[in-house]
């Protein structure tokens, strides 16, 4: 009798204990990452902003070590993608070489403890690791692992298991950098949002001067992400009656086209007739295309 308890015991240890691992370099992920830097030509404390993509496709062998592609876009709507180097994966570590000549470097290392440090290549003082909890993304249970730099005394840093660090994908290591600064705001897999930035209420943002993007000439979506009733407001001195308003799916399929026959200055749409993922939203005019992204959650 003694010897089935123990086992019991010893099974129901086994099962509540273990913890699936949710591997990172895998085809068809795509991260989108916040850069931000100091203006310096202003203000002194303005910056200047924009949004990069990071994509994993393909296969490549480099020093004869197989890697998965990595590609890089600063398009809202990427079309155009740059070879960005490659990443593996092995053990719960991940490793990243980069494009002319850039040495390959361990970014990440999900099986470390707490106490444990992490050195990187940009030859920044290494950082420790302060705790680790698990936090239910995309309904799942995943690790979080906290960082600190020694000397700072606080955490800047935090890697989450599938995810990424909150710096960026290929950012980790970077948070006590001095003159500009990167985040995480977004991870898809196979198209499908599975994470977003809690502080961020969407993918893509940028910083410029062109007309388009001021706030009064540009299609404005609120609430972003969307559970519920939407609003897609229109874009100074375009009203309801002259436009139409199409909504596509990652795929480029449309899921939604509103003829518009009033003088509204908005569409109201629901998210709950679409399923969860980022959509795209085009609205037509005679002489203009208005363009925005929208996550349903």
Same mark, same amino acid.
């Given at each position: 009798?003694?010897?089935?308890?123990?086992l019991?015991?010893?099974?129901?240890?086994v099962?509540?204990?273990?913890?699936?691992?949710?591997?990172?370099?895998?085809?068809?992920?795509e991260?989108?990452?916040?850069?931000? =830097?100091?203006?310096?030509?202003?203000?002194?404390? /303005?910056?200047i902003?924009?949004s990069? !993509? $990071?994509k994993?496709? %393909?296969? +490549?062998v480099?020093?004869?070590?197989?890697?998965?592609?990595?590609?890089?876009?600063?398009e809202?709507?990427p079309?155009?993608w740059?070879?960005?180097?490659?990443?593996?994966?092995e053990?719960?570590e991940?490793?990243?070489?980069?494009?002319?000549?850039?040495?390959?470097?361990?970014?990440y290392?999900?099986?470390?403890?707490v106490?444990?440090?992490?050195?990187?290549?940009?030859?920044?003082?290494?950082?420790?690791v302060?705790? =680790?909890v698990?936090?239910?993304?995309?309904g799942e /249970?995943?690790?979080?692992?906290?960082? !600190? $730099?020694p000397?700072? %005394?606080? +955490?800047?840093?935090?890697?989450?298991e599938?995810?990424?660090?909150?710096?960026?994908?290929?950012?980790?290591?970077?948070?006590?950098?001095?003159?500009?600064w990167?985040?995480?705001m977004?991870?898809?897999e196979?198209?499908?949002?599975?994470?977003m930035?809690?502080?961020?209420e969407?993918?893509?943002?940028i910083?410029?001067?062109?007309?388009?993007n001021?706030?009064?000439?540009?299609?404005?979506?609120?609430?972003?992400?969307?559970?519920?009733?939407?609003f897609?407001?229109?874009? /100074?001195?375009?009203?309801?009656?002259?436009?139409?308003?199409?909504?596509?799916?990652?795929?480029?399929?449309?899921?939604?086209?509103?003829?518009?026959?009033?003088?509204?200055?908005?569409?109201?749409?629901?998210?709950?007739?679409?399923p969860?993922?980022?959509?795209?939203?085009?609205?037509?005019?005679?002489?203009?295309?208005?363009?925005s992204k929208?996550?349903?959650?």
């Amino acid at each position: 009798m003694k010897k089935i308890t123990f086992l019991a015991f010893m099974l129901v240890g086994v099962f509540a204990y273990s913890q699936e691992y949710f591997p990172l370099v895998e085809e068809n992920n795509e991260w989108n990452v916040l850069q931000v =830097i100091y203006d310096g030509i202003s203000l002194p404390w /303005d910056t200047i902003y924009w949004s990069m !993509s $990071y994509k994993i496709s %393909g296969d +490549t062998v480099i020093d004869n070590k197989a890697y998965k592609k990595v590609f890089k876009s600063e398009e809202e709507f990427p079309v155009s993608w740059q070879y960005w180097g490659g990443m593996r994966e092995e053990n719960q570590e991940a490793w990243y070489i980069g494009i002319n000549n850039y040495p390959e470097s361990k970014i990440y290392d999900f099986d470390l403890s707490v106490g444990d440090t992490i050195n990187f290549i940009f030859d920044f003082q290494p950082m420790a690791v302060d705790s =680790i909890v698990f936090k239910e993304i995309n309904g799942e /249970d995943r690790k979080h692992i906290y960082f !600190s $730099y020694p000397n700072m %005394g606080y +955490t800047k840093e935090c890697w989450i298991e599938g995810i990424g660090s909150n710096r960026g994908i290929l950012q980790s290591g970077t948070a006590g950098f001095v003159g500009g600064w990167t985040w995480m705001m977004c991870k898809s897999e196979n198209q499908q949002l599975i994470y977003m930035n809690p502080d961020y209420e969407t993918c893509y943002m940028i910083s410029t001067g062109i007309e388009d993007n001021r706030s009064g000439s540009k299609l404005r979506v609120y609430p972003n992400p969307a559970k519920g009733n939407f609003f897609v407001r229109l874009p /100074d001195n375009i009203s309801g009656n002259e436009c139409i308003l199409k909504m596509y799916n990652a795929q480029g399929e449309l899921f939604e086209q509103i003829n518009a026959t009033t003088g509204d200055d908005r569409f109201i749409l629901d998210s709950q007739k679409f399923p969860k993922g980022m959509y795209l939203i085009k609205v037509e005019t005679e002489s203009r295309v208005f363009t925005s992204k929208v996550v349903i959650r």
